[in-house]
């Protein structure tokens, strides 16, 4: 079993920039495809990006390209998702999830349906 905690959340203007980790620990003596996800009111929980087990992989949803990154530190257990121009549409709970399932070193999973362990969301709200 993993546990996932996220961190780094918080309220910031727009056109600012946030960091958000999550941690993971207990069975981590393997590294595991990681998602980051967000959940804004009234809507679904969507994919904002992922990376694979070795990092060499990344996805990102379109809205995000060019504005987030996605990194990982096997050796501290850590991915990260630099956040930056953010828009008051990037409003919502960011969850970061790991797809266990996952044995390839290369592949960054994109649907939701891949990830069978959560955390339990941090909050980021973006101002106009």
């Known amino acids: 079993q993993v546990q996932l905690v996220e961190s780094g959340g918080g309220l910031v203007q727009a056109g600012g920039s946030l960091r958000l980790s999550c941690a993971a620990s207990?069975?981590?003596?393997?590294?595991?495809?990681l998602g980051w996800f967000r959940q804004a009111p009234g809507k679904e929980r969507e994919i904002v990006a992922s990376?694979?087990?070795?990092?060499?992989?990344?996805y990102y949803t379109d809205s995000v390209k060019a504005r987030f990154t996605v990194s990982r530190d096997n050796a501290k257990n850590t991915v990260n998702l630099e956040m930056n121009n953010l828009k008051p549409e990037d409003t919502g709970v960011y969850y970061c999830?790991?797809?266990?399932?996952?044995?390839?070193?290369?592949?960054?999973?994109?649907?939701?349906?891949?990830?069978?362990?959560w955390g339990q969301g941090t909050q980021v709200t973006v101002s106009s």
């Open positions: 990376i694979s087990r070795s990092g060499t992989h990344t």
């Open positions: 999830a790991a797809d266990i399932g996952v044995t390839s070193q290369f592949i960054a999973s994109m649907t939701r349906s891949s990830y069978d362990t």
């Open positions: 207990g069975r981590t003596e393997r590294s595991y495809c």
